[in-house]
């Protein structure tokens, strides 16, 4: 079946739509919205090699990890990139010593 072939980690692009979201998860489907929907006036170099890469990799001839890394580089030269959220930062380490005077007063 062509919609799961060569799977990677989904990529969340803009659309073409305005406000609109779309995660992109196979090469297949990678190549299919450059073809349809990529927003024309947002090419660039980085967008020719993802092209070739993608091609490569639906033929067998590169991993579909590289292609994702390509469709990223290609997303992120047009600005429709959407990165993940990432971890929640780590406010501060705790208090021992204040914990452990709380925990004393308790016994």
Known sequence: MAEDY????????LTSQPGQMRGIGTAYDAAKFIVEE????RGGSKLSNAKVILLQCLSGQCSPAIARVSFIEAARESHIYIAPPENEPVRSKPNWQKAARAWRRTE
């Open 38 to 41: 990529w927003p024309p006036e």
């Open 6 to 13: 060569k799977a990677f980690s989904p990529v969340t692009v």
